[in-house]
């Protein structure tokens, strides 16, 4: 089954983009380390990234797709600014009913207050923040061994 790695705006600049928040890896070695990830848990990777919101919603309406058609294993979602701002990807998680994991690499709690709320959060089956770039692999673990089993 595939699982979805999307990257929403300026996630592009990773590395480059305020270091001593996000850290030195570039969305280059997060793609590397996604795909291990993918690899040990025998999954296929479709790993994107748009700084445009309505390129992320044509990406989950795909997984949509794919789990309407029984080949989805479920989405890991980094919508990075947009997941305190758009109500067009909550719709397009709830409508299609996906298995998402809501990614952020830096603790979002403890940081600004306006990134303290998400609109992808309850429509999402998990959160996972401030674990860095590590978090993407723990997240595709948690695709294979949790998201996978609930829809069994
Ligand atoms: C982020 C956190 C967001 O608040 C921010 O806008 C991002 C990245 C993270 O991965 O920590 O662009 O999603």
Redesign the pocket.
């Known amino acids: 089954k595939t699982v979805f790695v999307l990257n929403?705006?300026?996630?592009n600049l990773l590395g480059l983009r305020e270091p001593a928040i996000?850290g030195a890896h570039t969305l280059q070695d997060v793609e590397r380390l996604c795909e291990q990830a993918a690899m040990r848990n025998q999954l296929v990777l479709r790993f994107h990234q748009s700084n445009h919101e309505g390129a992320l919603i044509d990406w989950l309406h795909e997984a949509g797709q794919m789990k309407r058609d029984g080949q989805l294993a479920g989405v890991v979602l980094?919508?990075?600014?947009y997941?305190?701002t758009s109500v067009a990807l909550m719709d397009a998680i709830k409508g299609a009913d996906l298995p998402v994991i809501e990614?952020?690499?830096?603790n979002?709690h403890a940081?600004e207050a306006f990134?303290h709320h998400s609109y992808i959060a309850p429509v999402a089956k998990a959160v996972i923040?401030g674990l860095g770039v590590q978090g993407y692999s723990i997240a595709i673990d948690a695709v294979a061994q949790v998201l996978l089993a609930q829809s069994a």
């Open positions: 929403g705006p300026n996630l996000y980094n919508a990075a600014a997941t305190h990614l952020h690499i830096s979002v940081r990134r923040c």
